[in-house]
């Protein structure tokens, strides 16, 4: 069963209604996601508010919040060209959300995994952002945002992404937190790797969605809303002291980066 994610327009921090029929699905160039109603709305005068980037996938998503809760965010889709994107992305939501730079208190970015160039892009955005600006930086994990809306879900949770070469990532939750560490590898062994009763949510493609047997899965909206995910988590990660080293912080990769110096010709490929 392959299906989507029920949207709950006024209902924070996130979470999913299965079988539902409303929902947000991932279309192509930029989507807006109104206010949600409660939600803080405009700032006015002096207030510290959140600003949220995630370019762990092949969009920018960026994010205006207030103690966890969402005033705007935007998605725009960008292939894997995050680079020369992220600060325009940055202006637009600010003035969406009617928050100047100024008024920022807390930078939180997505850590992957992911592409590598977009993680490295959106990660030192963030870092430039908070050293310039003088606040705090959060960094959340993506298979921990993706795995959060589905918390209630009365068993695991299965967060998958693509990983290249026909190889998937992926990591199993419950309740929210993580049962082992992230794996990867191909199809025969993600599947093999459930446990009973999961749900696998994310980058849910045929061949993974066709397999015999297969258990529930969602995809496209089941990941429409990461960015407000990643604030509502980065939120929760400050109030409970989890700040970054900005020395230290670096980004999720299960593999490493198929990029850098090449190898002399004949040298041992071991």
């Known amino acids: 069963m392959v299906g989507d994610v029920a949207a709950v327009d006024g209902w924070w921090p996130p979470r999913c209604v299965y079988g539902g029929t409303e929902g947000i699905v991932a279309t192509g160039g930029a989507r807006w996601i109104t206010p949600l109603r409660g939600s803080p709305g405009r700032a006015r005068g002096r207030c510290d508010v959140e600003l949220t980037i995630d370019t762990a996938g092949d969009s920018i998503g960026v994010c205006v919040s207030r103690e966890g809760v969402v005033v705007a965010e935007r998605v725009t889709v960008v292939g894997y060209r995050h680079t020369a994107g992220i600060i325009p992305e940055v202006d637009a939501i600010l003035q969406q959300a009617d928050v100047q730079r100024s008024q920022l ?11 590598y160039t977009g993680l490295r892009s959106g990660i030192s955005a963030a870092k430039g952002l908070a050293l310039g600006f003088g606040v705090p930086l959060v960094g959340v994990g993506r298979f921990e945002a993706e795995a959060w809306p589905h918390r209630e879900w009365p068993g695991p949770v299965v967060t998958v992404h693509h990983a290249g070469g026909g190889e998937y990532a992926w990591q199993v939750f419950e309740g929210g937190e993580p049962l082992g560490p ?50 509502t988590l980065g939120w929760r990660h400050f109030v409970a002291g989890e700040i970054e080293d900005f020395a230290a912080l670096s980004p999720i990769y299960l593999r490493e980066p198929a990029i850098g110096p090449q190898k002399k010709r004949g040298e041992n490929d071991n």
Do not use: F
């Open 182 to 231: 992230a794996r990867i590898g191909l199809r025969d062994a993600l599947v093999e790797s459930l446990p009973a009763g999961a749900l696998v949510v994310g980058e849910v493609d045929e061949a993974l969605a066709t397999w015999p047997g297969a258990p529930p899965m969602l995809t496209g909206g089941a990941t429409a809303h990461r960015a407000s995910v990643v604030a």
């Open 105 to 115: 208190g807390l930078i939180v970015v997505c850590l992957g995994p992911g592409g």
